[in-house]
């Protein structure tokens, strides 16, 4: 009939793109001024401009207090977490991390032969730093992430403090701030102004939403930045280099994203306990639900219904990790939770 061939006419309704709560990024992307910035030099980008490389570390430095040698500029914290891996473990140094946590360094250790040491969580989710100095007197590189992915976690200052002090003899203690900007929990940074025998990582891949631009760094002293230079240095986008310093020059910017990461964090936590789903408290744009049946099943669920979550990790096969996205984004995630919990998927 022609009312079939008129419905056969139209296009069917485009699905609404599916909402991405699976990797940890900022829903926001670099921010208006990190964008113009990009922009700004993209004309000029033939060149390398090494020299962009220092000023982002003495930009970095003096907001920081710390000496620019103590500043090395990287492509994402992905890159020295692995140099760091390669630098400080072998097949007779160990590495020490928590569990569950960002596996990147245990995986890059044990692909390279050296001995891997999970330590559980405590039941608060902050790192059992007792065990994890007590774990191996042969190993090479101890892994703190804080807060933690996936739980979101965090670990007093106290206790990391500790580990320092406690560590096996010549081993390095690798301190991941990847989601620091959105945590009240102080930094590690001062045990580096100290002197400590440490790295901290940072990266603008989250709070600053450059994920895609590629910009982190490793802080330390100079002995210890030089284990990790020396797997070679590869010149950096100067687009991530560009946002990278519009993003540190805008003071505005971590305290806004960090308050509403919070606000929308908080009340899809609460949104959730209320509903017998409950989750570690989380400090970061992450978190981890016990969906109270099997986790990876209840994320294909979610994912059917349009929203793309986070995994589970072996330890906890009935948590998943969920990123925090915008107020919208989370209303979606509360429809899609609704139906799946309604449905029994699990
Ligand atoms: N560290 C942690 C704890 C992460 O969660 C991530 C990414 O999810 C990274 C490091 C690596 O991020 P990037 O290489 O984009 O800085």
């Known amino acids: 009939s022609a009312g079939t061939a008129a419905a056969a006419a139209r296009p069917a309704p485009a699905p609404a793109a599916p909402v991405m709560l699976n990797f940890n990024e900022c829903p926001l992307g670099p921010s208006p001024a990190a964008q113009e910035a990009v922009r700004a030099i993209l004309p000029s980008s033939g060149r390398y401009q090494f020299g962009l490389r220092g000023e982002l570390a003495a930009e970095f430095a003096a907001q920081n207090a710390l000496p620019v040698d103590h500043v090395a500029v990287h492509a994402g914290s992905s890159d020295p977490l692995d140099r760091a891996a390669l630098a400080f473990t072998s097949p007779r140094r160990a590495v020490v991390v928590p569990d569950p946590t960002f596996d990147a360094v245990a995986d890059t250790a044990a692909a390279h ?62 301190v991941d701030e990847a989601y620091i900007h959105y945590a009240d929990a102080p930094s590690m940074l001062d045990q580096v102004r100290a002197g400590g025998e440490l790295v ?24 210890l930045l030089a284990r990790l230079a020396a797997f070679g240095s590869n010149p950096l986008p100067v687009t991530a280099l560009a946002a990278g310093l519009a993003s540190l020059r805008e003071p505005a910017l971590v305290p806004a994203r960090k308050r ?27 978190f981890m639900v016990d969906v109270r049946g099997d986790g990876a099943a209840f994320a294909r669920a979610l994912a059917a219904e349009g929203v793309v979550v986070g995994r589970s990790w072996p330890v906890w096969p009935q948590r998943v990790r969920v990123t925090v996205g915008t107020r919208e984004e989370m209303a979606r995630f509360r429809d899609a939770f609704a139906q799946v919990a309604a449905a029994g998927a699990t």
């Not at 206790?159 to 081993?171: F, H, M, Q």
């Not at 901290?200 to 002995?223: I, Q």
Request: proline content about 8%.
């Open 113 to 174: 032969g050296a001995p891997v040491h999970r330590i559980p969580l405590r039941a608060d989710g902050s790192h059992d730093v007792r065990a994890m100095a007590a774990a191996d007197p042969q190993a090479g590189l101890l892994y703190v992430c804080n807060p933690n992915n996936p739980t979101g976690s965090v670990t007093a200052h106290g206790d990391i403090a500790w580990l320092l002090a406690n560590k096996p003899a010549g081993s390095v203690l690798l």
């Open 200 to 223: 901290v990582l940072r990266t603008f891949s989250k709070l600053y939403g450059m994920a895609g631009l590629r910009l982190g760094l490793a802080l330390g002293r100079p002995d």
């Open 260 to 286: 509403e990461n919070a606000a929308v964090r908080d009340e899809t936590i609460a949104w959730l306990a209320a509903r017998g789903y409950p989750c570690l408290p989380s400090q970061a744009n992450c």
